[in-house]
């Protein structure tokens, strides 16, 4: 995938909740000082490409310590969220803060994590006309079966890594797949891997594993629905 093709997708999905939030996330691991750039990071020289000089304005200092307060406000609440929660919420609590905020906001609208294979969670966290937004938390050496896409999907690499077959993913990494495209994502070892998944319509999955997607609790194709 190149630059041109990821700003492409970015540029469509204006006005889509899932992938706005996947944009949005996207920048906030670029900005996080930790966040190491590397030679071959598309998505970060998308998003410096796009950028257009422009003069400041008056308040702009003023702008800028308001969004470092209500950045540490966010911190502030994740950590109180975490303590004396389970590891799964303070994993949560460490994801950048656009994903952490929707994940907690599903949380506490009761949205439930859910069995989605062997080492695999989901949580659901929207849907908005259609489009999908959710979390996966994948153990080292786990992984989803082969799969084809009903529509285009996209995936955040958040923590850990995984590799589908095709290519490896590192966090900051974003993968498109579009129909006609098969993979078959498997967690790398050491971190867990957290992603973060927009896209419309469902996966396709191939062989046995297909039988139990409803089970599983992943969306089912449009052309399977009653």
């Given amino acids: ?45 998308v998003f410096l490409a796009e950028e257009e000089p422009a003069a400041l304005a008056a308040d702009a200092l003023d702008q800028v310590f308001g969004r470092i307060d209500a950045a540490e406000s966010l911190d502030r609440r994740a950590e109180a969220t975490a303590k004396g929660r389970d590891g799964l919420t303070a994993e949560i609590a460490a994801l950048p803060s656009p994903v952490r905020e929707a994940a907690l906001q599903a949380m506490a609208e009761q949205h439930r994590w859910t069995f989605a294979g062997l080492g695999i969670q989901r949580l659901a966290l929207f849907s908005d006309r259609g489009e999908q937004a959710e979390l996966l938390r994948i153990e080292p050496g786990h992984g989803v079966a082969d799969h084809d896409h009903e529509d285009e999907e996209l995936t955040l690499v958040l923590t850990g890594a995984y590799h589908d077959g095709h290519a490896a993913y590192r966090p900051g990494d974003v993968s498109v797949a579009r129909p006609g495209f098969v993979h078959t994502p498997k967690a790398e070892p050491g971190e867990v891997c957290y992603v973060l998944l927009a896209y419309r319509g469902a ?10 997607q409803r089970a599983f609790g992943f969306p089912t194709p449009l052309s399977k629905r009653s």
């Fill in 203 to 212: 996966p396709r999955f191939k062989g046995v594993f297909g039988l139990a």
């Fill in 1 to 45: 995938m190149n630059a041109e093709t990821l700003s492409s997708v970015f540029e469509a999905g204006r006005g889509n909740r899932a992938v706005e939030l996947l944009a949005q996330t996207t920048f906030a691991m670029r900005a996080d000082p930790g966040f190491v750039e590397r030679e071959d990071d598309l998505a970060a020289a």
